[in-house]
């Protein structure tokens, strides 16, 4: 297994001269988030990442995290590192002051936790999915809740989990069966609930479980759903640690990858009811979970992009050491190591090109949550608001393909090695391979975009969005070069695409539902592809003017060529996926069940 | 796990009325070969494959084959299967019938084989390594070789082995160290061979090794390396088996998939020399590697084909069952099998559509090879060489990561259940992702089809090929409806993107051969894609043709529409590809190897 090391120039390009963090640190909520400060944290991130957490990732996909009598064990090494996590107050980095947190923007938050996923994606997964319980307490939790429960939630001495899948409540969270009766103050819940991440554990003191369940007469679907509070151990008054509650893991899922995170059936109720406690009101819980979840996409999106730019590092490492054929170029000299040959470069360059556009794109839209929520004009929160909405189902969908995408290259630039699991490629695959998938799959990300984030607001959003993109153009033609030149075009041409099909989208969303729902997948990777191309001609300008600068030139051309690759090789798709949007989806809703 | 049911149907649609079986059966070796006895094998072979290959698939992805004291035992049940796989006569199939084998035409074994590659992928390796062996020595053996190994091996009593690859003679075969020294009319070998498959297992009594080694004083590189025969034990005069050579399996690989297929190390001559026999002449055995390689390259496409058409059977069978969410045509009824959603929908066609043209490709381009083989006419022979020659890279290579796709996508379909390895969808992508790797990865491939196959003669097989594609136009003109006017309409602009792209690579294959390699994989998938795209012409104009007669009606309008749903959904990448093939490669050779 190669070693991780966090990408930190790549990262302060990101955030200070591709997306501008300089908008959010203008914000008053976040002037102590100086780039100074913000770079510091980075760095400090860093250490730990490559150091404590990275290290533990082929541990924990050969132990995987192990049930016996109840109690989850995790791999050798996890409950150490997790203790380094927490004591180094990298749990509380977004969260708000009142209760512990750092209060720190949450993009600087999305940098510090792409080095955690990319570290160890199956660590990463806890303080994910307690970030999710936090926020939904944050926003909808009573004083008492969020006394209780939020500051140890935040400083990590607890976590937090969500509880919405049920064998028959998937995707379709309104069937949800688990039931919640009232008793005195509390509630008693009952039901089983599956795939849920580190349900049970041995890092944290106690775990809060966020669990959908249905209140006796609450009407059907989704509007019958409430969310509940409940602990592995009951809270005393005074805050220490009471009765256990009537929960516990049945068994773990035995999965393709991130083998160590611990995916728990857990059954509710077993002796008499799991206390539990409402959160807000009651039948609001698919909202409040919305909350969470909305959060937790982003985070999965940046997974993508975190195992994809880890299986980059691989591969990277592994074509400059594998001595294989001679070069073209000097076909009487000696034999090479692969990164000379051009195929391998290729691909090299595609799994870099994606990752940083990824990255961009992940940034972007964290920088947007934060203006959405603080800025102090609330026509710029309005904005921002609006673009994480937008943009949250492609960063999801878009950057967890690619983290498949790019993974398998990596495989794949390894040869027969890729395939030895000893190598350390093969696992970055199969852990890759979740993301597309929890969190709404990207299926449902798909008609997320189409239907509610794009053509509810009949276009609106997603036109602003491409206007800003279409704002770049006299910045690309005032810039020197053919490299510029090239990227304009391939961006313009591009953004027609995008434009096209966003009008067929909003034209046909209601009169064509089911059209556009076939052609939804095709519009978010459109999207996805034309938004990061947007992005790195952000970075094509920021590296041009850093060249102008005359400082570190062999990183901004660097920069300038994958910026022009993505140009070249990645947005020529747009224009034929712009086709396939608009007119291919006929045969999709033709042919008969039985015709498969 | 879902049982596999051979796609009878789906072959002998392919085989009889989309590319021509017809022309085979017409060639004087090949008259036994009628229509009845082609069906009555195929469906005899889907029997073993669905009733006694499948069922095991599952038991050896868990198992594993394991090495003991030099001993490696495959998994359970493994031995039984393969006993009744050679008694049935099945190892035989496309062998001459001088040392015992059936002579049925190679694209008739093709379709048999994708039985066994999709009903047992890790199980059906071991025949297909075999088969190697028994075209090399059929190609290039002594008599008394054949006459020793050759009828064993085609019946199946024992089985061979290609051990060509060492740690620093991977794609780079020239590299290879392993030794030849002359001992009488014998040799002695020694040296280390990695990734043999079935290198040592508990299937067969005897395991012929054909190892490729350097002889005393020969050349340096791929001319200098002779190929012999390593038994596993030597054979006395009267065929009985003799004393152990002294070779041994070292260790065996943990992969990522195909864990039954034993991945061994071997190691030669550790005490004094392995006894090997030369074949053919010295340092010809590049050459004669290559007559087993080629074939082992469409076998490799096949598995392709086969596990996407697994991975789909898989993925059908669970999107007709799961139920989840309303239908969008209905909201008000109840919750619908996800067959009913449009982007499972699209999922599903992509799938059938993309395994439906590999599959016509892959038994083209085999017909191909009987033709060149045997036709009576030396122009047809030179005409089928020149035409399975220049498909072998593409079937091997765009099939390979057809069935990746193919595979991820049937993970996919089966939501959180995919992820979860008891479901089965995980092992068939997991098994997959070998294929673009082995027998020449798909890099190596691009590069074959660039250089070797398409510039070599300056585009003429290619432009073969494209003017026998351009021939179906008339066809597509004259038949009725939609349909076959827009896959008309794909396949010209397919066909014209191709034609631009293979002037480029013939134009510039000398004066810019690093521009060229930089651009070969992508030829490659343009190229997989317009032919693969005129196969599903064909097969249109086939199922018009079967609608015009009144016939099996849903069966035809289901081709009709899947072939639509290519010339809608994947053609229409041909245009961006070319100009990527064009245009894209400049910054690939431009970035400095540090600037990764």
């Not at 955690?116 to 303080?127: E, K, T, V």
């Not at 089983?192 to 679907?221: C, S, W």
């Not at 995170?261 to 539990?276: E, H, K, L, Q, R």
């Not at 959060?295 to 992009?305: C, D, E, H, I, K």
């Amino acid at each position: 297994m190669i070693p991780y090391t966090a990408p930190l120039r790549d990262m302060r390009f990101a955030l200070h001269e591709v997306i501008g963090l300089d908008r959010v640190s203008a914000i008053p909520a976040f002037e102590s988030a100086t780039p100074d400060l913000v770079d510091a944290v980075l760095e400090e991130a860093g250490k730990l990442a490559s150091g404590v957490l990275a290290p533990l990732n082929t541990v924990g996909d050969k132990e995987g995290a192990k049930l016996a009598n109840g109690v989850v064990r995790t791999a050798t090494g996890w409950k150490d590192a997790y203790a380094q996590y927490r004591d180094g107050g990298w749990n509380s980095v977004p969260f708000e002051p009142e209760y512990g947190g750092q209060g720190l923007p949450f993009v600087v938050a999305t940098a510090v936790q792409e080095m955690w996923q990319a570290a160890n994606m199956a660590f990463a997964l806890c303080p994910m999915l307690n970030q999710g319980a936090v926020e939904a307490l944050t926003a909808h939790g009573s004083d008492e809740q969020k006394s209780t429960y939020l500051t140890k939630l935040i400083s990590g001495e607890w976590t937090g989990t969500m509880n919405l899948t049920e064998p028959s409540a998937g995707s379709d969270v309104g069937a949800v069966r688990t039931k919640a009766v009232p008793d005195g103050d509390r509630w008693r819940i009952t039901g089983q609930k599956i795939f849920i991440t580190y349900g049970e554990h041995d890092m944290a003191d106690n775990i809060v479980h966020l669990v959908l369940a249905r209140t006796p007469n609450a009407p059907a679907g989704t509007k019958g759903i409430s969310l509940f509070i409940v602990p592995k151990f009951l809270v005393n008054a005074d805050g220490s640690l009471g009765e256990r509650n009537d929960l516990r893991c049945v068994s773990l899922e035995h999965k393709m990858g991130i083998h160590a995170s611990p995916t728990a059936v857990m059954a509710f109720g077993d002796n008499g009811g799991a206390i539990g406690y409402l959160v807000g009101e009651e039948n609001r819980g698919m909202e409040y979970m919305f909350t969470m979840m909305n959060n937790a996409r982003l985070g999965v999106g940046l997974q993508g992009v975190a195992i994809a730019e880890r299986a980059y590092q691989q591969a990277l490492a592994y074509a400059r050491s594998r001595i294989q054929s001679k070069s073209m170029a000097n076909p009487a000299g000696d034999s090479v190591a692969i990164i000379h040959h051009p195929d391998v470069r290729r691909m090299l360059l595609t799994m870099k090109a994606q990752i940083e556009a990824g990255r961009a794109l992940a940034l972007y839209a964290s920088a947007a949550l934060d203006i959405g929520k603080h800025h102090e004009d609330p026509q710029q929160r309005r904005l921002g608001q609006a673009m994480v909405d937008l943009l949250t189902p492609v960063v999801k969908a878009w950057c967890t393909d690619m983290g498949c995408e790019v993974s398998s290259i990596g495989v794949q630039i390894h040869g027969g090695m890729g395939f030895i699991e000893e190598t350390g490629a093969a696992q970055h695959m199969r852990d890759a391979r979740i993301a597309p998938i929890y969190e709404g799959t990207n299926g449902i990300q798909a008609n997320d975009l189409a239907f509610r984030k794009v053509a509810r607001d009949k276009g609106e959003a997603a036109r602003t969005f491409i206007a800003e993109m279409r704002g770049l153009d006299a910045k690309l033609a005032a810039a020197p070069g053919d490299d510029l030149a090239a990227i304009r075009a391939a961006l313009s041409a591009g953004i027609d695409a995008l434009d096209r099909a966003t009008d067929w989208v909003v034209a046909n969303s209601r009169s064509d539902a089911q059209a556009v729902a076939a052609s939804a997948a095709h519009y978010l990777r459109l999207f996805g592809i034309v938004a990061g191309g947007s992005m790195m001609a952000r970075a094509a300008l920021a590296a041009q003017a850093g060249l102008g600068r005359g400082e570190d030139a062999a990183f901004y051309e660097s920069k300038l060529i994958t910026c022009r690759f993505y140009a070249d090789q990645i947005l020529p798709q747009a224009a034929g996926l712009a086709g396939v949007v608009t007119d291919g989806w006929r045969t999709v809703n033709a042919i008969a069940e039985d015709q498969f």
